[in-house]
């Protein structure tokens, strides 16, 4: 499948777990050369949505297509156009990295003559070449990412599917991360999940919002932060001054002033205390504006 | 046909890794340690008798063999859910029962080395046998392996998929002299004729590759209920 063909399109994808509804409606066109970077509270539906695009689950409703094919007719041989790796991507300790993708080289049917070439490189491309025969047991939280970073790029495939990468690594290992990912963006749709607004800030060429099992926002990390134009404040709070803000105003952080007080950064739709002056919006602030407007709706 | 043999052989070297970690070869050896245990007892005189031919299939050569394989298969699909390894199974191309049947093989060859060492053993230590009891002591080894990963899938844990087919394996002992048990030994129905103990012990056999075959696949099955396997 050329890199031409492989956008992805959910239409309507909707997953129910019994009486439960984890996503519902999910429309969506992802095209090819992009880092996607979904965010969303706990509970939002991202790990859902992922594993339904991976084919590591089937929707309820909907369909998935990868290059106008559904995902369902492709599901013998997925590996080689969708690369997953999820939230808890477990590694066997005893194995060392070599072996690890050698053993997933075979399950996943890659031709003998190119498989040693494929893993080596793909040692050399995370940056383990050095310690590939040590234990995957004695390696950081990082190096283990990067082991199952490289099992996800065997196959080679125009889609590439990370669901929370950077949850626990240490922020070295966090840019680390993040530069690889951009790196194999290259021709290829890249879509992750985070908790973490500034990876997408940085890393992402767009961003999707998810509350509540549905996509609230899909668009350019610009445009998000342009939602909460306006919303933004920053007032010195007194002590109990806090209950008498708006109603839906969120406080978004509190810097503790001498004499009591405190800066508190504010989104409201109205200028939530007589001193409070507008500030320049984050994407932080148009992701909380729009994951707390979904949450009340 | 080396070369043919070669990827495969890779195949379950690696699965073997992955259920009986870094020293799996020394695997085939614990049994070693009941088979002591018996050879010491007999020196000591804690036995009354020694040992004879009809004690070599349950007693001396399929308990330890079935115990090393409830450990060891419980661990094929529980030890990924315990380990939160499943949802890459799941991402092999052609299902990952494909990694299912790799580690089942990569354990039959350890029971079979195991199977070997203990039948050495027992002939060179304790007693003669003869070469059907090697049958009837890996028939219920490699039906408690599948049975044990089947209730590891089912419960979701190693714990709780071997605690229960302890229990299981209990029974089934104690109906060894019954042609309903994996461990049925044609040498304990000895009041039957030649012919009634031919059609028993055929029954038994067919009927434990059926029934093998049968845990294999609605394990199989059960291991594809993705919702209720990552749930949680």
Redo the contacts between chains.
């Keep these: 499948m050329s890199n031409a063909t492989s956008a992805l399109r959910l239409s309507g994808v909707t997953k129910r777990?019994g009486d439960f509804t984890a996503v519902a409606q999910l429309s969506l066109n992802v095209e090819a050369g992009t880092i996607y970077g979904i965010l969303g509270p706990n509970g939002a539906g991202k790990t859902t949505m992922l594993?339904n695009l991976?084919?590591?689950?089937e929707p309820t409703v909907g369909a998935i297509r990868l290059g106008g094919v559904r995902l369902e007719k492709l599901r013998?041989?997925?590996?080689?156009y969708?690369g997953?790796l999820?939230q808890?991507?477990?590694?066997?300790g005893?194995?060392t990295a070599r072996?690890?993708l050698?053993?997933?080289a075979?399950?996943?049917?890659l031709p003998?003559e190119r498989r040693n070439e494929r893993v080596e490189k793909l040692l050399q491309e995370v940056g383990l070449g050095e310690r590939a025969n040590e234990?995957i047991g004695d390696y950081s939280g990082g190096m283990k990412q990067r082991v199952a970073v490289a099992?996800t790029l065997l196959r080679l495939p125009p889609v590439i599917i990370v669901d929370e990468p950077t949850v626990g690594l240490d922020p070295r290992e966090r840019i680390r991360f993040r530069n690889l990912l951009s790196r194999l963006s290259d021709g290829r749709i890249v879509l992750f999940s985070t908790h973490v607004v500034e990876d997408v800030e940085v890393a992402c060429e767009r961003v999707i919002v998810m509350a509540s099992g549905r996509i609230v926002f899909d668009g350019p990390p610009a445009e998000l932060s342009r939602i909460a134009e306006g919303r933004a404040w920053i007032a010195f709070l007194l002590p109990g001054e806090e209950k008498d803000l708006p109603a839906g105003a969120q406080i978004i952080d509190e810097v503790p002033q001498a004499g009591g007080a405190s800066m508190t950064r504010i989104l409201s739709h109205e200028r939530p205390h007589p001193d409070a002056t507008a500030d320049p919006p984050s994407l932080q602030d148009g992701y909380l504006w729009l994951v707390g407007q979904a949450e009340i709706v | 046909m080396r070369e043919r043999l070669r990827d495969p052989w890779r195949l379950i070297h690696h699965a073997a890794r992955t259920v009986g970690g870094r020293w799996f070869w020394l695997a085939p050896l614990l049994p070693l340690l009941w088979l002591g245990f018996q050879y010491i007892s007999v020196i000591l005189g804690w036995r009354d008798t020694s040992y004879e031919a009809v004690d070599a299939q349950n007693v001396l050569i399929s308990f330890p063999l079935t115990i090393l394989a409830v450990g060891l298969g419980v661990r094929v699909i529980a030890g990924e859910i315990d380990r939160r390894t499943l949802e890459i199974a799941y991402t092999v191309p052609g299902g990952a029962h494909r990694v299912w049947l790799a580690k089942l093989g990569a354990i039959f060859l350890i029971l079979l080395a195991a199977e070997a060492l203990l039948a050495i053993s027992t002939f060179v230590f304790l007693t003669s046998f003869p070469w059907p009891t090697l049958y009837g002591a890996l028939q219920p080894a490699v039906f408690f392996m599948v049975l044990a990963m089947g209730l590891g899938a089912l419960f979701k844990s190693e714990a709780a998929g071997a605690m229960v087919c302890a229990g299981v394996l209990t029974l089934a002992l104690m109906l060894s002299p019954l042609r309903v048990s994996p461990f049925f030994n044609i040498d304990l129905a000895a009041d039957l004729t030649a012919v009634e103990r031919l059609g028993r012990l055929v029954q038994n056999r067919i009927a434990y590759v059926i029934l093998t075959l049968a845990v294999m696949l609605l394990t199989f099955g059960r291991a594809e209920q993705r919702e209720r396997l990552l749930s949680g």
């Design positions: 777990y594993r991976a084919g590591i689950l013998k041989y997925l590996a080689r969708i997953y999820p808890d991507y477990g590694l066997p005893d194995l072996e690890y050698d053993y997933y075979l399950l996943y049917g003998a234990k099992r």
